[in-house]
C-alpha cells in the first residue's frame, strides 16, 4: 500500500561512524526508533541522577540542596520520566517493532517519525535548559498547576522553557502514535487480519489511539498556561485552576496508560515465546486493552476528589470499572504460563517482576480510587509509591524484559544473560527498598514535595533505607550500561530468532533489512512462526505413531 | 455526620484485606504455575482461550467491583454532608505560608508556617463547619489522623464538617505543594471539652486583634 512504501534512499553518502547523523537524517523507522530510544535513555539516566540527589537530601536530614534547588529537581525528575523516557520509549519500541509484527516493509509517514525525533531531542533540550537561567529550572511540579505556575508564582523562564519542551516532546509523541496506528490498521501483509496482531502490536494500537485522543488536551492546558502566563484572564480565580486541572488530568490519566499497555504487551510477547507456547486468551486480552482504552479516558477526575469540585462518585465508579480490563488481562498472562515449559532467561525474570510488583501498583490505585481512603491518602507518600509500583516497578521491569527480548533483533548480537539476571536481582531488590517503605511513611502523614520533615517525625530510618534502595537501583541500571558495552564490544551473535519467537519479527535478519523482510512466512493466526514449528511438530509425531 | 475517620476506617477494613488477598492468591498461582513449568518434561500445552471461563471470571471481577462500589458510595455519603446548624463555624485562610483560623466572634488564630504551630481550639464531639479558602495558589488542608483532606482554591470558598471525637491534639499539614515553604506549613487543632472551648472563645475574642496562640 502506498502509505507504507519504503522512501527513497538517502543520496548523501556519510561514513560509518557517522551513524547517530545518519539517524537524524533517516526515514528507516528502525534507526529512528533505535535513536529515539538512545535519547530517550539518556533523559532516564539524567532523570535518574536528580532523583539520587533527593535521595540522598531526604536521608540526610536536608542540608544537601536547598528548598528552592529540591523544588526544581523533583519537577524536573517527574517531567524527564513521563514526558522525555517512559512516554517516548514506549512510542519508539511500538516505532520499531508494529512495522515488523505487522509484515509492513516501513513505518506509514516515516519523514513524521523522523520530526518526532527532532522534537523529541528540541523539547528535551529546551526543558532541560531551564537549570542554566538565573532562575533555575521549571518547579511548579510536573502538573505545572495553575495558579502555582503563573506569572506570579513561577517567575522567571524556567517555567517557560518548560512549558515549550513539554509541548514540543508532546507534539513529536503524537506525530509517533499517528505512523504507528497508521501502520497497524493500513499496512499489514497479506493474511495478516486485525486479529491475528501480535499482542505487543495490539497494546501499542490502543495506546496510539490514547495519545491521538487524549494528548492534545496537555498542548491547549499548557498553551492556555502561558497565555495566563503573559496576559492573564484566562485561568484566573479556583475555577481557572480547577480548569487548569481538568484539562491536565484529561491528559494526564490517559498517560498513564500509554505507560503500561506497551510494556504489558512486551510482557506478553516474552510470557508467550519463553513459555513455549501459544498467548493464551488473545481475543480476550485485545478486548481488555480497548475496553481499558476506552474507560481510561472517562477516569481522570480521580486525581480531584480532594478539590470538592467533581462528581466524585462517578469518577470512582469509573476507576473501580478497571478492575475488569485489568483482572482479564492478568488472567491471559497466567493462563500463558499455565502449562508453559519455562525458560527462565533475563527477559523473562524482567517479566516476572512485571507481573508481580505491577500488581502491587494496581491494587493500590484501586485503593486510591474509593474517595473516603482518597482523602486520607491523597498527595501522601503512599500515592508516590503507588505510582513507582505501576511506572517503575511495572513498566519499567516490562520495558527491560522487552529489551532483553528484542535487542538481538536489533543489533545483531545478544545480551550476556548472566550479567541481565544479575540487572534483574539488584534492581528488584532496589525497587521494593525504595518504594515499598513509601507507603507506610505515606500513611502516616509523610506529604509529597518536600525537602524536609520534622526530625519528631520518626521518619528518617524508612527514608534512610529508601535511599539505600535507590543506590541499589543505580548499580542494577550501571550493570545494565555494563551489559550493554561488553555485549557490543565481544559480540555473540544471535542468529535470526535466538528465542524460538513466534511473531514475524523473528522470521527476518538480525537486525533487519531496510525493507524489513526478503519474504514473509504464511500467516495463519498471531502467532506465524509457532504455527510452523507446531506444524513440524504434529507431521514428526504423525510419522512416530502413524494412525 | 462528617465522620471522616470512622469511614476511612470502614473502607480500608475492606479493601486492604481484599487486595493482600488477590496478592497473594495471584502470587501463589504464579509460584504453582511456575515450578510445574520449570520441571515439565512434555511439549507445551496448546490451549488458546478458554472463553466459558473467562466470561465466568468477568462477571465475577464485575461483582466484586459492583460491591466496592456499594462499599464506597456508601461510607462516602456521610462525609460530603454538611450539617445545617453545625456547633462552630471557623473559617480557614491558607496562604503562602500561613494559616489563619477565625472563629466566628471574631477570635483569630494565626501562625506563619512552622513546624510549631499555634493551636486552634475545636469543641469534642461536635460537628464543626470549615470554611476553607486559599488567598494565592492551592493548599491542601489535611488532618492525617483524621484521614481527610480537602483543597483550598484561590478565592473560591470550599465547605466541609468535621468531628472530633477523640480529645487532644491533631497536627495538620499543607497536602498540595505550594512552593518554597510547603513544607513548614503545618497547623495544629485541638480538640477539647465544649465548656473549655467556649471559655478559650470567650477570652480569645477579648483578646482579639493581638490573640495568637492557646493552651
Known amino acids: ?547 | 455526620m462528617a465522620d471522616s475517620l470512622h469511614a476511612y476506617e470502614h473502607v480500608r477494613g475492606i479493601y486492604f484485606p481484599i487486595a493482600i488477598g488477590v496478592f497473594a492468591l495471584v502470587l501463589a498461582t504464579l509460584l504453582l504455575l511456575l515450578v510445574r513449568g520449570r520441571l515439565r518434561q512434555t511439549a507445551p500445552g496448546r490451549t488458546a482461550d478458554a472463553p466459558r471461563f473467562e466470561i465466568g471470571y468477568a462477571l465475577l471481577l464485575a461483582c466484586t467491583v459492583a460491591f466496592l462500589i456499594v462499599v464506597t458510595f456508601r461510607s462516602e455519603t456521610p462525609i460530603d454532608r454538611t450539617a445545617a446548624h453545625p456547633a462552630v463555624r471557623i473559617e480557614v485562610t491558607a496562604a503562602q505560608w500561613s494559616w489563619v483560623f477565625t472563629y466566628a466572634g471574631g477570635a483569630t488564630v494565626s501562625d506563619v508556617s512552622s513546624w510549631q504551630p499555634s493551636v486552634a481550639l475545636v469543641p469534642v464531639g461536635q460537628e464543626v463547619e470549615f470554611y476553607g479558602r486559599s488567598r494565592d495558589v492551592i493548599h491542601g488542608f489535611w488532618v492525617p489522623q483524621l484521614h481527610f483532606q480537602r483543597q483550598f482554591l484561590p478565592e473560591y470558598p470550599t465547605r466541609f464538617d468535621l468531628r472530633f471525637d477523640k480529645p487532644g491534639r491533631y497536627g495538620g499539614v499543607c497536602s498540595v505543594f505550594c512552593g518554597d515553604r510547603h513544607a513548614q506549613m503545618h497547623f495544629a487543632l485541638e480538640a477539647v471539652s465544649p465548656a473549655r472551648f467556649q471559655r478559650w472563645l470567650g477570652e480569645h475574642a477579648r483578646r482579639w486583634p493581638s490573640a495568637r496562640s492557646a493552651s
Open chain 1, 1 to 547: 500500500m502506498a502509505v507504507c512504501k519504503v522512501g527513497e534512499l538517502s543520496t548523501v553518502t556519510l561514513p560509518a561512524r557517522a551513524a547517530p547523523l545518519r539517524t537524524l537524517a533517516s526515514t528507516d523507522h528502525k534507526r529512528v526508533a533505535v535513536g529515539a530510544g538512545a535519547v530517550a535513555f539518556a533523559f532516564f539516566i539524567a532523570g535518574g541522577v536528580l532523583a539520587l540527589v533527593m535521595r540522598s537530601q531526604l536521608a540526610a536530614d536536608g542540608g544537601v540542596v536547598s528548598q528552592d534547588t529540591y523544588n526544581q529537581l523533583f519537577t524536573m525528575h517527574g517531567s524527564t520520566m513521563v514526558y522525555l523516557f517512559v512516554v517516548p520509549v514506549a512510542l519508539a519500541a511500538g516505532l520499531y517493532f508494529v512495522p515488523l509484527q505487522v509484515g509492513a516493509a516501513a513505518v506509514a509517514g516515516p519523514r513524521m517519525a523522523l520530526a518526532g525525533l527532532w522534537l523529541l531531542v528540541f523539547g528535551g533540550l529546551a526543558m532541560w535548559a531551564g537549570f542554566l537561567t538565573s532562575g533555575g529550572a521549571a518547579a511548579a511540579s510536573w502538573w505545572g498547576f495553575d495558579p502555582l505556575s503563573d506569572a506570579i508564582h513561577s517567575p522567571g523562564s524556567g517555567v517557560e522553557l518548560w512549558i515549550f519542551g513539554v509541548v514540543l516532546a508532546t507534539a513529536g509523541q503524537m506525530l509517533w502514535a499517528g505512523c504507528v496506528l497508521v501502520t497497524a490498521l493500513r499496512c499489514r501483509a497479506p493474511g495478516m487480519t486485525l486479529m491475528r496482531m501480535p499482542v505487543f502490536t495490539w497494546s501499542m494500537v490502543a495506546t496510539c489511539l490514547l495519545v491521538v485522543f487524549a494528548f492534545p488536551a496537555l498542548i491547549v492546558a499548557l498553551a492556555l498556561l502561558w497565555a495566563q502566563r503573559h496576559f492573564g484572564g484566562v485561568l484566573d480565580g479556583g475555577l481557572g485552576a480547577v480548569d487548569y486541572q481538568q484539562l491536565f488530568w484529561f491528559y494526564g490519566h490517559p498517560v498513564v496508560y500509554v505507560m503500561f499497555f506497551p510494556f504489558i504487551g512486551m510482557v506478553g510477547e516474552v510470557v508467550a515465546t519463553f513459555c513455549g507456547r501459544r498467548f493464551f486468551g488473545h481475543s480476550a486480552f485485545i478486548l481488555a486493552l480497548l475496553a481499558f482504552a476506552g474507560l481510561s479516558m472517562t477516569v481522570w477526575a480521580h486525581h480531584m476528589f480532594t478539590m470538592g469540585q467533581v462528581t466524585n462518585k462517578y469518577f470512582a465508579l469509573t476507576s473501580t470499572a478497571l478492575i475488569v480490563p485489568a483482572g482479564i488481562e492478568y488472567l491471559d498472562l497466567l493462563g500463558t504460563i499455565w502449562r508453559g515449559r519455562l525458560r527462565f532467561s533475563a527477559a523473562f525474570l524482567f517479566a516476572l517482576g512485571f507481573i508481580v510488583q505491577f500488581l502491587v501498583g494496581g491494587l493500590t490505585g484501586i485503593v486510591l480510587a474509593s474517595p473516603p481512603l482518597d482523602y486520607g491518602l491523597n498527595m501522601s507518600y503512599f500515592v508516590v509509591a503507588h505510582f513507582h509500583y505501576t511506572i517503575f516497578a511495572g513498566s519499567a521491569f516490562g520495558l527491560f524484559a522487552g529489551v532483553y527480548y528484542w535487542f538481538p533483533k536489533v543489533t545483531g548480537v545478544l545480551l550476556r544473560e548472566r550479567l541481565g539476571k544479575l540487572h534483574f536481582l539488584l534492581m528488584a531488590i532496589g525497587t521494593n527498598l525504595a518504594f515499598f517503605p513509601m507507603f507506610v511513611l505515606g500513611a502516616e502523614g509523610m506529604t509529597r514535595r518536600i525537602a524536609d520533615y520534622p526530625s519528631s517525625s520518626g521518619w528518617q530510618s524508612l527514608n534512610e533505607l529508601e535511599t539505600v534502595g535507590a543506590g541499589v537501583i543505580a548499580l542494577s541500571i550501571l550493570a545494565f550500561v555494563v551489559n550493554v558495552v561488553v555485549s557490543l564490544r565481544a559480540r555473540q551473535a544471535a542468529g535470526d530468532d535466538p528465542w524460538q519467537g513466534q511473531t514475524l519479527e523473528w522470521a527476518t535478519s538480525s537486525p533487519p533489512p531496510r525493507h524489513n523482510f526478503h519474504a514473509l512466512p504464511p500467516i495463519r493466526s498471531f502467532a506465524p512462526l509457532l504455527d510452523l514449528r507446531e506444524d513440524s511438530e504434529d507431521l514428526l509425531a504423525g510419522e512416530r505413531a502413524p494412525a
